[in-house]
């Protein structure tokens, strides 16, 4: 019989009454397996810290989603945005499920092709395009969205080069309520830009405007902007056919939906004051009749949804490695996975569970990464029961971003695995050693030999 762990005595003040406007205090519960996988036998075999997705759960978002946009409307498709978390196997599983992919970079554009995602299923974004990269994708028959003039004078110069036609769109910025707005991508819709931009589309003949983009931020916590977003790509797409006769293929309006990360600063838990994402689709889909066409003429809606898709499919499991009281009388401890692996933690306050049971006693405590840096943490505050080393915790909610922002800093990057439907765990990412960060070095010849000091 193994010997129990000393647990202070407590005496817990008793209160009736109602919760206050903040709610109800956080209650750990303890967290052992992942889609039916021990924590205990993933981080024997894998290790930790220890990166954890879930295809079942991937899966079942994008059906949802889609499913909640598609008995809306009637010509919805996805794109997955390839910036939120490429790993190929996540693309992948997207891909599957039918998406596009919408890059915003070469190396995004480069890694969707050898993934097998034909040319002409890649929305090609961002401001930083390539002549090289243009041309590869109008030769490939990508779809362009075109950020600023310059790149539109570039596009216009290699189609001519090349003697073909590139199908394009433009990103709009407008002003949807949200501040400080985002209007440092794309063409501006209330001073004229955008419509200008239109027009040269229009009158150059290597040029096929097909659609028209806009993403109006990121983590939007409110439906209506949206709608007002929608309203005034409704209303360029009117103004085209009045003055052209041209008729779009699709209006992209982005992603931005949020997860149910809770931001900082935040008193109530995401789930508590988001709209639902029926919320989010309604405003959406609800001007895009506006238009007043037949079924077979309204454009392809096109969702660039990253955030809301993958964030809750993601975990980090990760073990304490110390204790500490500090000198402010408040319990901290420090844990193998820092802000280098999980950046996204300078933004929400990730949930954080233990994987053991819970007793009586619980504290405030701060969670802190093991990197020599104060900036290094993962939680400034969570209620926590007393840890010790070698104890293990679940970060929840960390299939954006983290593995597309975090960075080699101090420790190596873990396994990352995902989890099939059938239970079955692959490695997807195998974990650096130092030859893999070295690779790319080259040390001169006279720096080779190491001379001690005495």
């Given at each position: 019989m193994s010997k129990k762990i000393y647990e202070k005595p407590i005496i817990r003040k008793q209160q009736s009454g109602l919760m206050n406007k903040f709610g109800s205090p956080?209650?750990?519960?303890?967290?052992?397996?992942?889609?039916?996988?021990?924590?205990?036998?993933?981080?024997?075999q894998f290790g930790s810290p220890l990166f954890v997705?879930?295809?079942?759960?991937?899966?079942?978002?994008?059906?949802?989603?889609?499913r909640i946009f598609k008995t809306r409307y009637p010509k919805v498709r996805f794109a997955w945005s390839y910036k939120t978390n490429y790993l190929s196997s996540i693309c992948s599983v997207y891909h599957q499920e039918g998406s596009w992919a919408e890059v915003v970079s070469e190396f995004e554009y480069d890694k969707a092709r050898n993934l097998g995602v034909a040319g002409e299923n890649i929305i090609f974004n961002g401001?930083?395009?390539?002549?090289?990269?243009?041309?590869?994708?109008?030769?490939?028959?990508?779809?362009?969205?075109?950020?600023?003039?310059?790149?539109?004078?570039?596009?216009?110069?290699?189609?001519?080069h090349l003697n073909l036609k590139a199908r394009v769109a433009i990103r709009v910025n407008m002003d949807t309520g949200i501040y400080p707005p985002w209007n440092r991508f794309g063409f501006n819709y209330e001073n004229g830009e955008a419509m200008l931009a239109l027009k040269r589309i229009i009158h150059e003949e290597n040029l096929e405007l097909v659609g028209l983009h806009t993403h109006i931020g990121t983590y939007i916590m409110s439906a209506e902007p949206y709608r007002q977003a929608v309203l005034k790509l409704?209303?360029?797409?009117?103004?085209?056919?009045?003055?052209?006769?041209?008729?779009?293929?699709?209006i992209d309006v982005g992603g931005g939906l949020p997860s149910f990360n809770t931001l900082k600063g935040q008193y109530l838990e995401a789930e508590q004051i988001l709209p639902t994402y029926e919320d989010y689709a309604e405003a959406i889909t609800s001007p895009l009749?506006?238009?007043?066409?037949?079924?077979?003429?309204?454009p392809t809606l096109v969702l660039e949804t990253g955030r809301a898709l993958i964030d809750d499919t993601g975990y980090l499991i990760t073990s304490v490695i110390a204790t500490k009281r500090l000198s402010t009388g408040k319990q901290s401890?420090?844990?193998?996975?820092?802000?280098?692996?999980l950046f996204t933690s300078h933004w929400f306050n990730h949930k954080i569970l233990p994987t053991k049971e819970i007793s009586g006693f619980t504290e405030n405590t701060i969670v802190y990464g093991?990197?020599?840096?104060?900036?290094?943490?993962?939680?400034?505050?969570?209620?926590l029961p007393p840890m010790h080393k070698g104890d293990k915790l679940v970060i929840f909610y960390v299939g954006a971003y983290s593995v597309t922002q975090w960075m080699q800093f101090i420790t190596l990057r873990p396994n990352v695995v995902l989890i099939s439907e059938e239970g079955d765990v692959d490695v997807i990412r195998e974990a650096e050693q130092l030859e893999d960060i070295t690779a790319r070095e080259k040390l001169p010849e006279r720096l080779k030999e190491f001379t001690p000091d005495g």
């Open positions: 956080q209650i750990s519960r303890a967290v052992t397996a992942i889609d039916g996988i021990s924590i205990e036998k993933l981080t024997e997705f879930s295809e079942k759960q991937i899966r079942e978002n994008y059906r949802k989603l889609k401001p930083d395009k390539t002549e090289a990269a243009l041309e590869k994708a109008i030769k490939e028959k990508a779809l362009l969205h075109i950020d600023h003039f310059d790149e539109l004078y570039s596009i216009k110069e290699i189609t001519q409704v209303d360029l797409a009117k103004a085209l056919y009045d003055q052209y006769e041209v008729r779009l293929e699709y009749f506006d238009l007043n066409l037949p079924t077979d003429e309204l401890i420090i844990i193998d996975a820092g802000v280098n692996y093991p990197l020599c840096m104060n900036i290094d943490v993962i939680r400034e505050d969570v209620v």
